[in-house]
């Protein structure tokens, strides 16, 4: 993980405690964005791109909960670990419903946490890259992202970094819904106005990659997001 600075979302309300983990964090080459409540924490995460969440569980306004779900319907796949003073069985079991990668209870070893925290980003990190090997038959096209590379009948279109980001994330959801956010943050990283009408650019070059087979079609699902519809050759 050397190198890259990674970025976390902070959430506690408790002002003393947050400033500390703020503090120990940066100290540990963190870049870390420290919200009060959870409405304040899901606007960050809304502006910004993270590589995890830290939630306190009792916060005002939004709960670590709540947030946690909210965050989950934009990223499925940001890494979330609940910081909380409660120890009951059941809040820990909602934790891990939600989707949660751990879960801390307070007081607890700010080393710990920092191991902790470490441990999820590689396990991410190793996935990422598992996620990297993978290519995709789509209809008579074959997509290798690894090598940016779309091929149909033996011709090669080698495609821009976003182009091929934007038709890996497709690929990925092939005959489901891309939510339009979800593809802004993880490749513009952030769902403005301007980044959205670049995105609509990038989906027309794609669409025009993809016209020599009939059955693909890049659809949009208005005020959501796109779907590739890959249909089976009748």
Known sequence: MEGKKYKILLCEDDT???MVLKNYLELNDYDVTLE???????????????????LDV???NMDGFTLGEEIRDID????????SAKTMKDDIIQGYKLGADDYITKPFDS???LLK???ILKRNEDLNKENENME??????????KLRELIFDGKTQTLSPKENELLKMLAEHKNDLLPRERALKKIWGSDTYFNGRSMDVYIAKLRKYLKDDEHIE????????????VKEPS
Do not use: S, T
Not at 37 to 50: I, V, Y
Not at 76 to 83: A, C, G, I, S, W
Not at 219 to 225: A, E, T
């Open 16 to 18: 003393n405690l947050g």
């Open 36 to 54: 009060r409540d959870g409405r304040l924490g899901l606007a960050a995460f809304q502006r910004e791109k993270f590589d995890i969440c830290l």
């Open 58 to 60: 009792m916060m005002p």
């Open 76 to 83: 499925p796949e940001v890494p979330l670990f609940f910081l």
């Open 111 to 113: 080393e710990v946490l």
């Open 117 to 119: 925290i470490k441990a």
């Open 136 to 145: 995709f038959d789509l209809g008579r096209y074959h997509f290798n992202p």
């Open 218 to 229: 890049i659809v949009n699902i208005h005020g959501n997001g796109f779907r590739l519809v």
